[in-house]
């Protein structure tokens, strides 16, 4: 995964989940970022932080929730 991109995301889950604990675990091939019930991820917020606009033509497997979340 793109270092900028995983900053990105990273930071923006921390300002679209205001008061919540951001947990990061680096697996090596790719990064688990997630809070603690429910955690959300706005377009906006990670365009936002890339400072460039994020194409979303739909759902990346690679973001689906883990079901051990």
């Keep these: 995964m793109d270092a900028d991109l995983a900053e990105a995301v990273i930071a923006a889950v921390e300002t679209d989940n205001p008061g919540q604990e951001v ?6 091939g790719y990064i688990r970022v997630h809070t603690v019930g429910r955690c959300r991820l706005t377009r906006a917020s990670l365009e936002a932080e890339l400072g460039q606009d994020f194409p979303c033509p739909g759902w990346n497997p690679h973001w689906a929730p883990s079901p051990d979340a």
Aim: neutral net charge.
């Design 23 to 28: 947990h990061v675990v680096d697996r090596g």
